[in-house]
Structure formats: structure tokens, C-alpha cells
């Protein structure tokens, strides 16, 4: 029977089994990169939407409070999505001809909803709530970014498990001033890191002028990390 | 089962104490007869340990091809977690709803009707769709508590097997070809004033209904109404006309009573006021509570039931032995009534007994409660009512009213009118309003041979069942969640019933149907409805009185009027022989009761109701006839033998069931299964009794005959699962122990022990939970509320056979002492949260935690399902699904999920998490507004659906808290707290009064009883 393999594979076959722990590794490594790529995570991806929302124009431009729309974010788990007849408030007044506006309209004719598209979307097994996050000082922005510069709504937070818990191990480096959960730019201090700041900011820190915020909130640091805060 | 029954005895006179032997195992506690005679079946359970955790693997693959699937698998179980989440929506509402805020449930006051009776209820609503339903604590029935039955009418509300459209003869049709086809049928009918035209209704209670109705035969005077309720309450309304020569309705006042008489009476489960007794009734023994006085409750009857198991003195006589019964003890308390022969006296209540009883009663005179059952003929209710009345009873735990119902004239005349006009063709049309009676009506009615005998037939009901089958016109009715209406309470409160949800398959509602026969097809429920209450609560403001009687769940000043009325001289001689009639050897009384899950039949296509073991029983998914263990042994049967059951020239085959506690010479059928047009869950389950039952209030027959065919049938029960291996797991005192200091001594509970685990520390909240074993009736409330609760499945009846159960809560139910006429303890059995938790330290993922607050929390997503924990669990407590059990292909079922208990699937394991999603709710309530959480705030689903609030739940760290100062009493005990497990859900041991001149039967030490034995 002729040799199937030349003599020079031996090499090879060797390289396979001293390798393999690198090879391994190689692999682990790369699933762990993997996950956490923008493929995955869907970081920085723009949904498409029945009308081309800008918050970057109603938040930033006109200086919209985030809960004119998002009217149950300090009530519920929810932050709630307008109602078309909160669209048309304004919008029967203004751009009444819009042509992209016209799915708008047409849900106030018919009385069929919009269906928007999800942008921040945690799976069904974790509840998440925002009142809780909103009244202990967690901005808007620590999660969605500067969505007063988005003309299209995207995510910019992977939405891991080890994300989360960055804060709720470490709520000092997320928690700010009540006064200012509603607003963008706060600017970090200290020796956080300067951020990008189209990314959005975990490491908002918290100033001088506010020290312990987490004592003065009652935030119970102890409970935070236990599973059942966010899983049930 | 394998062996007979003698051995059974045999062994449990020892086990009772009766013979001392060295090397037998003492079983004080026993759970099942198996265990008792320590069959070959039950120690081969013992021996596989767990039997709900055998290995699924059953199928002949070799090691090898093992290993090649589990390399395989765990290699793509990885890649599982690189997929993307798919996309998902928001649809936001097109118009402002302001008083609905996305992920916060509104609760709405609606009402649930059983035998015509209403419940008040709050629907939790998500969104608008209802997904579980708590008690109005305004509502005088309910006070806040529900019963399995209402827990699980949500179910039916979703159920894809409801009927989805109008039907003429098994073709499709239309609502409004029907109201067309109806007014056409109707113009020669009203030329004869009505003649020929029948309309039949279940009970009916609703003040807008009846008014239609009677307005309807005013302008019909020839047509005629009937109600049937095949579980109705007839034999009390006549044995009120015996004694008082009028209808009158009776109704309780348990929080006064002291000695309470229980004649064949189940008045903690089957009567429309049952909640409120059993509250009223517990609270005369809560000692925690109360610890100078108990009340004391006497019980004789012929099938075991709840209240049976409440009993401090309990005989079990057979069904025809009760009047007798009663007529020795009106005789003692002085009244002139016919007495049994004094030979057989001595036979039907023992000397000791009845000497006890009446001087119990005579020195609680006005503070006495004697209460005949429905199961009882009329006799015995006239009775009942001279002995309250001779002891002064008679508006103080007794009050008469008028009767609640609407027109009480005789169920039986009527219905049994109704046939016979049917089978001689005096009905053209018969309109049928609800109910089922094809299959509901007693077999020697024929109700099939007189339906055929009728033009034109009419049925209005939720599913298109035996009956619609046989019908002309089928309509789909609302579910009660779905329309509105009104009904009354036991009291005579008036709740008016708001509907939650649209009609999800365009169910129509009595109202309407009786309003297209008075020729206005065209009116809603909620006009007809609202018309009535405008006429009762007055046109002024009648904008703001509505709104507040639908608010309310209530209407105020609705309550019927009471009476005072007095018994008639001549009611004890109506019967001319009050010895019982003659019982040949050889023949048996026939029982008939109604199910106590699926009731008359109408939950039969409720899987929850049919996976609920029965209270006593703990048999799923079936009936049996139930014989007691002499009497079985006598006829050498077994549990699953077939027998062929004969009555006056009918035969039935059901499967044998020995039951503890039932009386010699008896077999109790019940009612409700044997169903053949009930849906995909109900259909072809078990035996139908109806065919037996010779009239509509005859709950026993005489001369009944069995015969063993040779077959066998599996009945499949969960009470020889999760065994604890005799130890002291309930624990039973005296009140007297109790009042002497003597309860709460206990040879386990020495000082806490040392672990090798570091101990936790507590700064904020630590939940606990006290199960009161007194307070605990067994109805299967908790249970119920806690698989609508917590998304649930069921799992059908094969895989509770092989102990796949996944209710998180069960009620463990032991018996002491005899088979004749054992004492039967209830302990309700959940995860206990132990502070040193066995099932934490074997996960090897961490899916089971402690966490900050001392729950032992389940993370679904995290468990990979190696079942370590249940294995390690001494309490066996844990659930595990074995195959996909939870459905998440039917549409009308996702609606009905709680949206805030993840839904688990296949592989995963779950168990009670101290409903840890009301636990979030209400920390995050508070934690907004910067305050601690309040004691009561939270409140588990068992403990808000408890009638007797058995289950209290709070705060240990709260010094205030009830669960605080309930863990301080004597009686609290951890089971198996040897185990150094700290469970964190104590329980408080049963206290039984007992009187004094009879044997005490309780206590740690098994004890014969005097009586029941022969």
C-alpha cells in the first residue's frame, strides 16, 4: 500500500499536538471577540423604522423633555413609546404635508398603530426597569448615548450581562445627579477616562460638589449583583 | 397495588399502637395504605428515592452512542450563545390611554358565579388582557380569598377548545342568521301565548336575568321556566319548607360559634358561602391568634371530606344513617321527634359520643351551630333547623333570609316536569340557557330519549358539548371575564360583573338571547344590565352610582331581607320510620358527590383543574369509586380494580379506591367525568356517575350492587411521591397541651447546630413565611393560585404517573391512627428557602443561589439541568421539566402568561421563588420612594388566595411583622430541621380540641381510637 502522507507531514502532525493548547486558546479567544463584536451585539446598527425619527432634531433642535414621549419612565418598567396621537399633536399643526410623516397620519386615519422596531431589545429572561434606574441618579444617557446626536436611533451598549453588572458592582461610577438624569453631556471628572463622546458614557463620574451620591440615593450596593434583581 | 387489604389492617392496628412489636417500624404518620401495609410496590418507590427524578433516558441506546451525543452536544451548546436576539417590535397605542401605564396591571372588580352564587373577584389586567384573579375583600363571600375553582376559570377563558360560532346542525352560521331564524320560529309561538316554548337556565341569582324572564312569561303566560343545577341546593330549600312551611335560604355565622355539627355537611368547600365559613370557622381556632378559646367541631358523615379532616370527633356513617343520627340527637336535646330502635343506636353514634356532644352543646346554648349537607334529604334539614332553634342558635349563628335565589320552586318538580312534558311532546322549543343536561341529567330521566322528543332546540354555552350536539341552534356564550351581567351573593349582594376582555371567539350572554326572545335582538348585555340597576339604584346621580357599584365589586343595601321565622309543630313525624331502611348484605350505598376539581363537569376541560390532585385522594386526571378499606377487603379489591357498579337496573364500570375515613357499606361515586364532547383535556376521562343517579337531589340511592370484572385501570395519584421516611414532619397538639405549656417540646429542637458554611448576614430585608397547619383546610386554593401565578404547566396524566408533577406547592396530607377512621393532617409543602441551602452547594453552574435577602433564587437561564439540587433536596420540592410542558404554539395561551414570571422550558429546573416578582414590584416601589417595604406590602399568591391566611409571609427583620411574632410561637417547628437545613418557611404544628371525655387523638405518640373500630 503507497504512502498516502509524505514523510514532511510529520510536521505538521506534530505542530497539531504541540499546538494544541494555543490552538485552543486561539479558539476561545476569537468566540470571545466574537460575541462581542458589533455582528453579535448589533452595536451602532440603524434599525429601519416606519418614519426616520430624529431625536438629534427634537431633543437637541427643539429641546424636547425625553418625557414628553417616554411618559411612564419614572412610573414603570416601561418607558413607554408615544402614541400616535402624541405625534400628532404637534404634527397637525406642523410638516402637515410631509411626505415622510405620512405613515404618521395614516395610523391616526386608520386607527392602526405604528409598529416600530426595537433598538434596545434584552431578552425575555431579564427584567429590567427603568423608573428604579432614572430615580437613583442612572441618566438616560449612561445607556442609549447621546441620543441628542442621533438623527437615526441606533444602540451603543452591548447589552451583556458583564456590562450590567459594571455598574451594579460599581454604582459610583454610574450614578449623577438627580437633576441632571434628564439631560446629555455630563462631563466627567476627576480621573475617569475622557470618553468618546458619541459613545456612551458608563464612566460618568460624580463630581466633587456630589459626593456619595450612592449613600445619599440609599442605592444597596450589597443587593445589587444578586441574580434575582434582574432575573425572575 | 398487589396485595390485598388484609395485611393492611393487620399491620396498621400495629402501626396504631394496637400491639406493641420490637423490630416494626413505628409508622404513627401515614400517607397512603401502601405505606402503611408496606407493600412490595411502595418500598420498591422508597427504593428508587426519587422517583420523580428517574433518568429519562429509557431508550436502548449503548454507552458509547451516549458519549458521541453528549460530546456532540456539549460542543454546540456553546454556539447557542453566539446567535443574535431576533428582532422584535413596539406598537405603541394610537390614542392616549391615560390610566394605562405599560408594565403596571390595573385590577378590575368583576364576579365568578358557581351554582348561580357569585364571587366576588379582582382581575389583574396586563395591558388588557386578564391574567389572574384575586378575591374582592369588599365582597361578603369572598373577603379576599378565592378557591381553586376561580384560580383556574382563567384557563377556561383562554381555552382554544371553547366554541368559536353559532352552529345550526354542525353547519357554520351566523349570530344574526340565528336572531332571524329565532324571530321566524317565534311568530306562531307567541300566537299560542307561548305555548310549547321552554326555557331551561342553571340557577339563577341575577337580578337583571330574572327580571327579563319574568317579564318574558308575562307576555308568554303559556311558556314556562325551569332552572337545573345537577349540584344545586334543593334539598335545602325543601327540608326550610318542612320545617318552617316556606322557602327560606339559611345562612351561617361561623365567628360565633363554639361547637359546631357537621350532618354529612362539607361546608368548607362545596357551599357558595364556603370562603367566608371557612374563615369565620378558623378564626375560632386560630390559638396563635386566640389563645383563650377554640372552637370544636363535630363531623358525621359518609365520604371523607375537607371539613371531615377538620373534625376534632369524626364518624363515618353511611349516608342513610345520618337522619337517624340526627333524630337521637334532637331527641337528647329534648324534641319530640322519632327515634331509632335502641338496638341500632348504640351502631349509628356510640353513647360516649353523642353524651359529649349534647353537653357541649347544652352549655354553648345560642354559641352551637348544627348544619345539615346538601347530600342529605330534606328531613335532616328540618331537623337541623329545631335542634338550632331548641338551643337558641336561631339569630345568632343561624340566620334565615329570604331565599336568594330567583323563583325557588323545587328544582326537582321542575326539571322533573320539564322531562316528562318532553318525552309526552308538550315542548315544541326548548331554549337552554347554560348548563349541559344531556350529560348533567340523572340517567333514569333520559333526558337524551325527551330532548329528541322537541321541535326545535336552543343551546347557549361555552363549549359545543354533549348537549349543543344534539341541538338544533348552538350559540357560544361569553365567558364571565368577557360580558357583562350581575349575580347574587349567598347574602344576597348584589356584584355587578364587568367584562375584561372583548369576547375573544364572539361569545353572546344569556341576557342577550332572552332579550332576542322578547323580540329585541338587537340589545347588549351592557344595556340590559345597566337598564336593570338604573330602575334599582334611581335615575338621580345614577351616572356616579354606577360607576362606584362596578368599582366596588358591590352594590350596597342589595343583602336579602332576613326573617324570623319558626318551626312548625308537626315536622318530626313526617317520616314514618325513622330507623333506616333495611340494608340487605351484599347490597352498598350509592354517594354521589360532585368532583371537587372539576365539580359538575363544567371544568372538565381545565387541565389545571384535572392535574389538581383531589384534597384527599390526591388522584389526578380521573374519578374512582371509592370504598372504605373494610369494605374493600371484604370483596378482596384493590385500588384499580374495575368494578361493574348496578343501580335499579343501570350499570356504570369505574376503578376501586380505598379511602380512609370512608363509611362501611357505601361506594362514593363523584360526578363530572365520563365526559364525551368535552374538549381536547376533558374528553373520555374517567366513569359518568350522572348515568346512576336517579333524581336530581338524590345524593345517595339504597340498593346498589358490585360486582369485580377482572380489569384493571391505572389511577394515578401524587401522594406516594416524595416520601419523608417516617419522621416527625407534622407535628399535632392538644389545645389542652397547649393551654399547660406542654406543646412545643420536641426532642429535635435543641440549640441550632453548627455548619460548616460560613452564616449569612441580613442588614436589609429577610423574607420568611409561617404556614399555620391549624388554619390549613386543604382546599387546593394556594396550589391553584400558585400555577396561575407562575406560568405553570401541566403535564398530563402519563407523566404524573412517573412523578413529573411540576405545582411547586403541594399539600401533603397524613393520616394517624386507624384506616376505619383515621385523623387527616394537611401540610402544605414548597421550597422552605433553607438558610443552608443542600440544593446551593451541589450546582455546578451557580443556577441556584442565595441571594441578600435570604431567598434561595432559581436563575432559569443559567440552569443547564443536571438535577443535582432536586437530588439534594430533603424536601423534595424542586420540579424539573422533563420534556417542553409549557405550550408556546397555542395563541390564546400566551396571552394569559404573567408578563413578569419567565416561562421556562425543557431542561430547566423551577420551584416556588417566594413569588419573587412581587418581591421585585414591591422593593422598587419602595426603593423610589426612599422607604423600607411595608409589612403586607408583599403577599404571595398562595397566601392572597388562602381562605383561612394559613400562610403568612413578611419581613424577619421587621420587628413589627406578623410573620415575626408568629415565628416566637410554641408551635413553630422546621421540618426536618435536624438536617441543620434552617428552613426559612416554618410551620406551626396542628392543635386539635378534642373533648375531654373522649380518647385525645393526638399527640407525638401513636394512640388507638376508641371509635370507628371494630
Redesign the interface.
Known amino acids: 500500500m503507497p504512502q498516502i502522507f509524505h514523510p514532511s507531514t510529520n510536521a505538521f502532525a506534530k505542530a497539531t499536538i504541540f499546538g494544541a493548547v494555543f490552538i485552543l486558546v486561539g479558539i476561545s479567544v476569537a468566540a470571545g471577540l466574537f460575541v462581542r463584536s458589533p455582528y453579535i451585539t448589533q452595536v451602532d446598527v440603524v434599525r429601519d423604522q416606519p418614519v426616520p425619527f430624529s431625536h438629534d432634531h427634537h431633543a437637541a433642535g427643539l429641546g424636547i423633555d425625553c418625557r414628553y414621549c417616554h411618559t411612564t419612565v419614572e412610573t414603570s418598567s416601561f418607558a413607554g413609546m408615544p402614541n400616535t396621537e402624541t405625534c400628532m399633536g404637534c404634527h397637525s399643526l406642523i410638516w402637515r404635508n410631509s411626505p415622510l410623516l405620512e405613515p404618521v397620519r395614516a395610523s391616526w386615519r386608520n386607527g392602526a398603530p405604528l409598529v416600530w422596531t426595537r433598538v434596545y431589545d434584552l431578552p425575555d429572561y431579564v427584567y429590567f426597569n427603568h423608573s428604579i434606574h432614572v430615580a437613583k441618579g442612572v441618566a438616560c444617557e449612561n445607556c442609549h448615548g447621546r441620543v441628542d446626536r442621533m438623527p437615526l436611533m441606533r444602540k451603543v451598549v452591548s447589552l451583556h450581562m458583564e456590562w450590567c453588572l459594571d455598574c451594579h458592582r460599581h454604582p459610583e461610577n454610574a450614578v449623577g445627579s438627580l437633576a441632571d438624569v434628564f439631560k446629555f453631556g455630563r462631563k466627567p471628572v476627576g480621573g475617569a477616562t475622557q470618553i468618546d463622546e458619541d459613545k456612551a458614557s458608563t464612566a460618568v463620574a460624580t463630581t466633587d460638589a456630589q459626593p456619595n451620591l450612592v449613600e445619599k440615593y440609599k442605592i444597596a450596593t450589597t443587593q445589587l449583583a444578586d441574580c434575582v434583581i434582574c432575573h425572575r | 397495588m398487589t396485595s390485598t387489604l388484609l395485611p393492611i389492617l393487620d399491620e396498621s392496628c400495629r402501626a396504631a399502637g394496637c400491639e406493641s412489636r420490637g423490630q416494626a417500624r413505628r409508622t404513627a404518620y401515614w400517607r397512603s395504605l401502601d405505606e402503611l401495609a408496606e407493600t412490595a410496590d411502595f418500598k420498591e418507590l422508597l427504593a428508587r428515592e426519587f422517583p420523580s427524578q428517574l433518568a429519562v433516558w429509557d431508550d436502548p441506546v449503548g454507552r458509547r452512542n451516549f458519549l458521541k451525543l453528549m460530546a456532540a452536544s456539549f460542543a454546540l451548546a456553546?454556539i447557542t450563545?453566539?446567535?443574535?436576539?431576533p428582532?422584535?417590535?413596539?406598537?405603541?397605542?394610537?390614542?392616549?390611554?391615560p390610566e394605562i401605564?405599560?408594565?403596571?396591571p390595573l385590577y378590575f372588580a368583576t364576579a365568578m358565579t358557581r351554582g348561580g352564587y357569585a364571587l366576588g373577584l379582582l382581575a389583574e389586567s396586563h395591558m388588557g388582557r386578564p391574567t389572574k384573579l384575586e378575591g374582592n375583600p369588599d365582597h361578603p363571600a369572598s373577603l379576599g380569598a378565592t378557591d381553586a375553582l376561580a384560580q383556574a376559570s382563567i384557563l377556561d377563558l383562554y381555552d382554544p377548545d371553547r366554541s368559536q360560532t353559532v352552529i345550526r346542525r354542525s353547519v357554520i352560521e351566523t349570530w344574526d342568521h340565528f336572531l332571524t331564524a329565532l324571530t321566524t320560529e317565534l311568530g306562531p309561538i307567541r300566537e299560542r301565548r307561548g305555548e310549547g316554548l321552554r326555557i331551561l337556565t342553571e340557577r339563577v341569582t341575577s337580578p337583571t336575568l330574572a327580571r327579563q324572564l319574568e317579564a318574558l312569561l308575562e307576555d308568554l303566560p303559556e311558556a314556562n321556566w325551569h332552572q337545573f343545577d345537577p349540584a344545586g341546593f334543593d334539598n335545602a330549600y325543601e327540608g326550610a319548607r318542612q320545617a318552617f312551611g316556606r322557602t327560606v335560604e339559611t345562612r351561617y355565622d361561623f365567628s360565633r360559634a363554639d361547637i359546631i355539627v357537621s350532618l354529612d355537611a362539607d361546608f368548607l368547600s362545596t357551599l357558595p358561602a364556603s370562603l367566608r365559613y371557612a374563615r369565620e370557622f378558623i378564626d375560632g381556632r386560630r390559638v396563635s391568634a386566640r389563645p383563650t378559646s377554640m372552637n370544636r367541631l363535630y363531623v358525621i358523615e359518609s365520604t371523607p371530606t375537607i371539613t371531615g379532616a377538620m373534625a376534632d370527633h369524626h364518624l363515618a356513617r353511611r349516608p342513610s344513617l345520618i337522619e337517624p343520627a340526627a333524630r337521637m340527637l334532637a331527641g337528647q336535646l329534648g324534641l319530640d321527634v322519632g327515634q331509632p330502635s335502641s338496638a341500632a343506636a348504640e351502631d349509628i353514634v356510640p353513647q360516649d359520643w353523642l353524651r359529649a356532644l349534647v353537653s357541649d352543646l347544652n352549655a354553648h346554648r345560642g354559641a352551637g351551630l348544627v348544619i345539615a349537607g346538601e347530600g342529605q334529604p330534606p328531613s335532616v334539614h328540618a331537623l337541623a333547623h329545631a335542634i338550632n332553634q331548641a338551643l337558641g342558635n336561631v339569630g345568632s349563628t343561624v340566620i334565615h333570609t329570604v331565599p336568594v335565589m330567583a323563583r325557588p320552586r323545587s328544582g326537582r318538580e321542575s326539571f322533573a316536569n320539564l322531562v316528562s312534558d318532553m318525552h309526552a311532546g308538550r315542548v315544541d322549543t326548548l331554549v337552554m340557557l347554560g348548563g349541559n343536561p344531556v350529560f348533567t341529567a340523572p340517567g333514569m330521566l333520559d333526558f337524551e330519549q325527551a330532548l329528541a322528543q322537541v321541535r326545535l332546540r336552543v343551546h347557549l354555552s361555552e363549549y359545543y358539548d354533549e348537549t349543543s350536539f344534539l341541538c338544533d341552534w348552538h350559540v357560544p356564550a361569553a365567558h364571565y371575564l368577557e360580558s357583562w351581567g350581575d349575580a347574587r351573593a349567598y347574602d344576597g349582594t348584589a356584584t355587578i360583573m364587568q367584562p375584561l376582555i372583548a369576547p375573544l371567539y364572539g361569545g353572546r350572554t344569556a341576557y342577550e338571547l332572552v332579550a332576542a326572545l322578547a323580540g329585541k335582538g338587537g340589545q347588549s348585555s351592557y344595556e340590559i344590565v345597566q337598564d336593570y340597576w338604573r330602575g334599582e339604584l334611581g335615575e338621580a346621580n345614577f351616572g356616579d352610582s354606577w360607576q362606584r357599584a362596578v368599582h366596588d365589586g358591590v352594590i350596597p343595601q342589595t343583602a336579602a331581607d332576613t326573617l324570623d321565622v319558626r318551626v312548625t309543630s308537626s315536622f318530626g313525624n313526617e317520616r314514618a320510620s325513622p330507623d333506616a331502611p333495611p340494608f340487605p348484605d351484599g347490597e352498598l350505598e350509592a354517594v354521589f358527590r360532585p368532583d371537587p376539581t372539576i365539580w359538575d363537569g363544567r371544568f372538565a376541560n381545565n387541565a389545571w383543574l384535572q392535574e389538581l390532585p383531589k384534597p384527599l385522594t390526591k388522584l389526578t386526571w380521573d374519578n374512582a369509586a371509592y370504598l372504605s378499606p373494610a369494605t374493600a377487603e371484604q370483596r378482596a379489591l384493590a385500588n384499580g380494580d374495575v368494578i361493574e357498579i348496578t343501580l335499579e337496573g343501570r350499570s356504570i364500570e369505574a376503578p376501586v379506591w380505598t379511602l380512609p375515613g370512608q363509611a362501611d357499606g357505601c361506594v362514593s361515586l363523584t360526578l363530572g367525568y365520563g365526559r364525551s364532547k368535552s374538549g381536547r383535556v376533558g374528553t373520555g376521562l374517567g366513569y359518568n356517575a350522572y348515568t346512576l343517579r336517579p333524581n336530581a337531589d338524590a345524593w345517595f340511592a339504597h340498593g346498589a350492587s358490585i360486582r369485580k370484572t377482572g380489569g384493571h385501570y391505572k389511577l394515578v395519584t401524587t401522594q406516594g411521591h416524595h416520601n419523608m421516611e417516617g419522621r416527625d414532619i407534622v407535628r399535632v397538639h392538644t389545645f389542652e397541651q397547649l393551654q399547660s405549656g406542654a406543646a412545643g417540646q420536641h426532642k429535635h429542637d435543641a440549640e441550632p447546630l453548627p455548619s460548616l458554611y460560613p452564616e449569612y448576614e441580613y442588614?436589609?430585608n429577610a423574607w420568611g413565611m409561617v404556614i399555620d397547619q391549624t388554619a390549613c383546610i386543604g382546599c387546593n386554593a394556594c396550589v391553584a393560585a400558585c400555577q396561575a401565578e407562575n406560568n405553570i404547566p401541566t403535564v398530563g396524566k402519563d407523566q404524573v404517573a412517573v412523578g413529573r408533577e411540576m405545582q411547586w406547592l403541594r399539600i401533603d396530607r397524613y393520616y394517624h391512627g386507624s384506616p376505619q377512621d383515621p385523623e387527616t393532617y394537611f401540610q402544605p409543602m414548597m421550597c422552605l428557602h433553607c438558610e443552608m441551602a443542600p440544593c446551593e452547594v451541589v450546582c455546578p453552574v451557580a443556577a441556584t443561589?442565595h441571594?441578600?435577602?435570604g431567598?434561595n433564587?432559581m436563575?432559569?437561564?443559567?440552569c443547564v439541568g443536571t438535577r443535582y439540587c432536586s437530588n439534594n433536596c430533603p424536601y423534595k420540592v424542586r420540579r424539573f421539566n422533563y420534556l417542553q410542558y409549557t405550550d408556546e404554539i397555542t395563541p390564546s395561551l400566551k396571552l394569559m402568561r404573567n408578563p413578569?414570571?419567565?416561562?421556562r422550558s425543557r431542561g430547566v429546573m423551577e420551584k416556588c421563588?417566594y413569588c419573587?416578582?412581587r418581591i421585585?414590584h414591591a422593593r422598587?416601589d419602595a426603593?423610589?420612594e426612599?422607604r423600607p417595604i411595608r409589612d403586607g406590602e408583599v403577599i404571595t399568591a398562595c397566601q392572597q388566595a388562602c381562605p383561612t391566611r394559613a400562610i403568612v409571609f413578611g419581613n424577619l427583620n421587621d420587628t413589627a411583622a406578623e410573620v415575626r411574632k408568629l415565628k416566637g410561637s410554641p408551635l413553630n417547628y422546621g421540618v426536618l430541621a435536624e438536617l441543620n437545613t434552617q428552613p426559612r418557611t416554618t410551620h406551626l404544628a396542628r392543635v386539635t380540641n378534642p373533648h375531654p371525655d373522649l380518647a385525645a387523638p393526638a399527640g407525638d405518640e401513636p394512640k388507638p381510637r376508641d371509635e370507628g373500630n371494630s
Open positions: 456553546g450563545g453566539c446567535t443574535r436576539e428582532l422584535e417590535t413596539i406598537v405603541p397605542y394610537v390614542r392616549a390611554q401605564t405599560p408594565g403596571r442588614t436589609g443561589v441571594d441578600s435577602e431567598t433564587n436563575i432559569y437561564n443559567r413578569d414570571v419567565t416561562v421563588s419573587i416578582q421585585s422598587i426603593k423610589r426612599m
